[in-house]
Structure formats: structure tokens, C-alpha cells
């Protein structure tokens, strides 16, 4: 396990630096290397934009994290997600791409959506503030993306299942963190990456 401060990948980020990020997250996969890792994987949702820049240069295979759960959404029948994460992931092609690879439709918050998401995670999540109006907040998207037919939500940040789980939400969640974390160990007993 290495990574960066955030602080760091916040700066290249805040300025639209995805191979800035790329050259951070490939100072640690060659870290991760040097010390004997067989693959890697990174938690962190939206710098999974850098991956592009990465893969062409990494010492070592990644294990996708909206693969994981895209292959989680199919294996219990999920046809339609919801999208919930910071602004630059759900602007983003990172999930769309390998859940269309799947056969699955997704619908991203609305604008306004997207900037009170992004502040609850950036604001109060990452510094461990947990507001009973932001878990109503995130509810009341969820409830949204139901109505537009989606049968589960992504939580497409680290942060968001500190407020979100099974438990609160209109639709069945899809813990990405969770998800890529068993991928990570069936894949290191057994080769697998197939989330179950």
C-alpha cells in the first residue's frame, strides 16, 4: 500500500492535470514493485481518470475499480445505475465506458446535483463530518435516480459508505471501495478478479 498526500493529487486535479496524476499514481506502482506487489489497485474513484496515462507504463497490472463493479451489477442483475461521486468522476467517462462493456445503463446526477455531492464529499466527508442533512441530501438523489428507473446506486467515492450503506438508501448500493477490495483478494488467493 503506497500513496501520496491528497493535497497533492488535489493540485494536479484542480487544474485539470490528468497526467500529473498519472506520474504520481506510477511513482507508486513502481514503489509497490520494487517491494515484490503481483498487481495494483487503487481505491480512489476519480483518479482512475489518469489511467489511461498510466497502464502503458506501469511495472504492473490494476485491477479497475468501476470493473469491479460493473461486474458486481451484472453477477446480481442490475440493469440501470445510479452514479454518485465527486464531480470530476461523474463528469467523467471512468464508469460509463466499462459499464456500457457490460450491457449496463447509468444516469449521473444533475448539475446541481453534482456540486452539492462534490461539496458534501470535499467538505465534510474527507474531514469526517458526518451531517444527518447530507445523508438526506444523497437520498433524495438516489430517490431521483429511482424514478428514473435505476435498481442500484454506485458509491463511486471512498467516502460516501461513512453516510450511505444498504441501510438508508432508496436503492441497493454498490460500494466501490468494498467492491475492489474483495476483487483485490480473490485475485491474490486464487487469480480471480471476479467481484462476489
Request: charged share 25%; proline share 6%; hydrophobic share 45%.
Amino acid at each position: 500500500m503506497h500513496t501520496h498526500p491528497l493535497a497533492d493529487y488535489m493540485d494536479c486535479i484542480y487544474k485539470g492535470d490528468w497526467r500529473g496524476v498519472a506520474e504520481l499514481m506510477l511513482s507508486s506502482a513502481d514503489k509497490l514493485a520494487a517491494i515484490g506487489a503481483d498487481f495494483l489497485i487503487c481505491p480512489d474513484n476519480t483518479i482512475h481518470q489518469a489511467l489511461g496515462y498510466v497502464l502503458p507504463k506501469s511495472p504492473l497490472p490494476w485491477i479497475h475499480i468501476a470493473e469491479a463493479v460493473a461486474e458486481e451489477a451484472v453477477r446480481q442483475g442490475f440493469g440501470r445505475l445510479g452514479l454518485t461521486g465527486t464531480r470530476w468522476l461523474v463528469e467523467s467517462e471512468v464508469y460509463p465506458e466499462k459499464l456500457a462493456a457490460r450491457g449496463l445503463e447509468f444516469v449521473r446526477p444533475t448539475a446541481a446535483e453534482r456540486d452539492e455531492i462534490n461539496r458534501i464529499i470535499m467538505d465534510e466527508l474527507v474531514y469526517g463530518v458526518f451531517r444527518p442533512e447530507s445523508v438526506l441530501i444523497f437520498q433524495q438523489v438516489i430517490e431521483r435516480m429511482k424514478g428514473e428507473g435505476c435498481d442500484a446506486v454506485v458509491l463511486g467515492c471512498t467516502e460516501i459508505p461513512l453516510i450511505v450503506n444498504d441501510g438508508n438508501s432508496p436503492l441497493p448500493v454498490l460500494d466501490s471501495t468494498r467492491l475492489l477490495a474483495r476483487a483485490a483478494l480473490r485475485r491474490a488467493v486464487g487469480g480471480s478478479t471476479v467481484p462476489k
